[in-house]
């Protein structure tokens, strides 16, 4: 595996554990880092997330932003490179195509069926 693509990983697992410890979130909300991108120099990382449920999206976007600064200190902490990664927070498309995908195809054998 290369470093950078290491590095996206290393970077997931931290933020994701950073996440439950930094946000008090409702019960009914889950937040998760679905995957993270590293710029090729290394001084910042897309981070993208999805929020259950979808409407919620906007508003743990606005406090994720708000919190970055805290969330951005814990990984200081945790990671052993230099520099860290300065975190963008990004919503997440891919699990929304997705799920919509599989709509349209449930709802295709759907009519197939009648």
Not at 6 to 17: P, R, V, Y
Not at 40 to 56: C, D, M, Q, R, T
Not at 76 to 94: D, G, M
Request: glycine share 0%.
């Amino acid at each position: 595996m290369y470093r950078k693509e290491k590095l996206d990983i290393m970077i997931q697992k931290e933020l994701s554990q950073a996440l439950l410890k930094e946000l008090d979130l409702p019960s009914d909300i889950v937040v998760t880092v679905t995957r993270v991108e590293v710029s090729s120099n290394g001084f910042s990382a897309k981070v993208y997330i999805s929020v259950l449920p979808s409407e919620k999206n906007e508003q743990i976007l606005k406090t994720l932003t708000r919190k970055v600064y805290f969330i951005q200190q814990a990984l200081n902490k945790k990671l052993k490179i230099r520099p860290v990664p300065r975190i963008e927070f990004v919503k997440e498309k891919k699990t929304e195509e997705a799920s919509r995908i599989e709509l349209l195809l449930k709802q295709i054998k759907d009519l197939e069926k009648k």
